[in-house]
């Protein structure tokens, strides 16, 4: 079946403009997470939706950047006012939910944000 | 949080065991942890996950001593195609949100 999908693959933006990212979670999968991972760095959590619950918005690096999840499926991560920190690629996942663990997380492709 | 730590690279050869030891000092009761492998240019792909003791899958084995302080990923005989960063996902809880994954290991395997 088909697995997550992100969109665009890669973006090259200008400093100061705004961006949005896509995620199309697998279907069924309940829970949804994002991801920032920095050049030859480690992964850096940001935000996780499960089903029709307020997010945690927490772990987002500063008010630039927000996420939605429509209908409880497709996500869309948004960057206002982009920094040339912003730069890297953002990783989508899904997975069926958190009880008795967090289970399998099924990673997309992820979108490389280049900002100039 | 629960932070993790692991080795930054290690390097092996063809048809050896390689053993990946996570440290997770402050891992929460209802933690799971949870091994992921990157490939270059790929998002990450699971490999294993488990709770305490010893899990056991076709790919992979991961040791949890009781305290569950510390995790190893063991790879029987792996192959060139192993070669990839491997990290350590250690979860919060089932009421917390944020997941820790370890700096990542980078797995080299030599002819």
């Known amino acids: 079946g088909a697995g997550v999908s992100q969109s665009p693959s890669n973006k090259v933006t200008e400093k100061g403009k705004d961006v949005e990212l896509r995620c199309d979670p697998i279907s069924g999968h309940t829970a949804l997470y994002w991801y920032r991972q920095s050049l030859g760095q480690g992964l850096e959590f940001l935000i996780y939706?499960?089903?029709?619950?307020?997010?945690?918005k927490s772990g987002l690096p500063s008010d630039r950047f927000s996420a939605e999840r429509t209908g409880g499926s497709v996500s869309t991560l948004t960057i206002q006012r982009t920094q040339q920190e912003d730069s890297a690629v953002y990783l989508c996942?899904?997975?069926?939910?958190?009880?008795?663990?967090?289970?399998?997380?099924?990673f997309g492709p992820g979108t490389r944000l280049t900002v100039l | 949080l629960a932070k993790t730590t692991q080795p930054i690279s290690m390097d092996s050869y063809e048809g050896q065991e390689v053993n990946i030891t996570c440290s997770h000092n402050?891992?929460?009761?209802?933690?799971?942890i949870t091994w992921y492998q990157q490939f270059p240019s790929q998002g990450p792909r699971f490999i294993i996950q488990g709770y305490k003791t010893k899990v056991t899958n076709e790919v992979a084995s991961l040791f949890i001593p009781a305290d569950r302080k510390s995790s190893t990923l063991s790879l029987p005989r792996v192959s060139l195609s192993d070669t990839a960063v491997y990290y350590c996902?250690?979860?919060?809880?089932?009421?917390?949100?944020?997941?820790?994954f370890g700096g990542g290991t980078r797995v080299l395997v030599k002819p």
């Open positions: 939706f499960q089903g029709n619950s307020a997010p945690d």
């Open positions: 996902l250690v979860g919060e809880g089932a009421a917390g949100n944020k997941l820790t």
């Open positions: 996942a899904s997975s069926f939910g958190t009880s008795g663990g967090w289970g399998e997380q099924f």
């Open positions: 402050n891992i929460a009761t209802n933690d799971y």
